[in-house]
């Protein structure tokens, strides 16, 4: 499943029964950013975030924000 946009709250990841370790963020692209310890470049190519229970690719970047990720359950 494809998340929602960058802004998406956390909870989205109910879609994949996953729970999200509680920290200093309220999206999705500010856990990520959290997870990679910086904010990927947009030239980057696909950058991957992995947890124990999810697989996040960061497919697209514009203007320091991630604005398109792809989930995959692990």
Do not use: F, M
Request: aromatic fraction near 4%; proline fraction near 5%; charge should be negative.
């Amino acid at each position: 499943p494809q998340a929602p946009e960058h802004g998406a709250l956390l909870s989205n990841n109910e879609n994949l029964d996953v729970e999200i370790e509680e920290g200093d963020y309220d999206t999705l692209s500010g856990y990520l950013v959290e997870k990679l310890g910086r904010i990927p470049k947009e030239k980057e190519k696909k950058t991957v975030v992995e947890t124990p229970e999810v697989t996040y690719k960061i497919e697209e970047v514009k203007d320091k924000r991630i604005v398109k990720v792809k989930a995959c359950k692990n």
